[in-house]
């Protein structure tokens, strides 16, 4: 029997993978059949498979690829705009959010993908779990850094603000839901 060995890698997996991260996000993860995910990235069923192994494992990677690509979106933000640390780079993680989620108007792909996938064995949760999990630890970390007490407790709390932000922004449809969280936060992080 042959051994397939897996290789997202290639030009024809980087084409099933852009393609099915828009569709997965834009329609649900659910809605998306890998013959429309085969037929959009202009290749087969069976490269899917070889590429992926399965449907399954294409979601995973395409929640961890979003993952990848927010930390070094939001990274480069903080450099950018808040390179020292204090109350100033906790609040630019709301504005990196504010930033990105422009052009994204269905909300966290994590939260969306959550929905659909929660309460299975779906290899995806683990990835929106640790999306959650760093997303936490990391506001922990600069508020810990920024010298303010507590950090443990108004990190989780910063991190609250940022997760209501984005469902009250996109299910709620509150447009200030951003700028709101982020006074909130500032008020949280001086009080």
Known sequence: MKTITRNPNTPAGERILDTASALFYERGIRAVGVDLIADEAGTTKKTLYDRFGSKDELVAAY????????????????????????????????????????????????????????????????????????????????????????????????????????VAKTAGGFEGAYGEARAAMARLLTA
Not at 116 to 137: F, Q
Request: hydrophobic share 40%; net charge negative.
């Open 63 to 166: 929640l961890t690829r979003r993952a990848d690509r927010w930390i070094d979106f939001l990274t480069d933000h903080l450099e950018r705009h808040a390179p020292e640390p204090g109350p100033e780079r906790v609040l630019a993680v709301m504005d990196a959010l504010e930033e990105r989620m422009r052009e994204q108007d269905r909300g966290c792909a994590f939260v969306n993908a959550y929905a659909e996938l929660g309460g299975t064995d779906h290899p995806g949760n683990a990835v929106i779990r640790e999306d959650k999990r760093y997303m936490r630890d990391l506001f922990v970390r600069l508020v810990d850094e920024a010298g303010i007490p507590d950090a443990q407790v108004l990190g989780a709390h910063a991190h609250l603000l940022y997760e209501g932000a984005i």
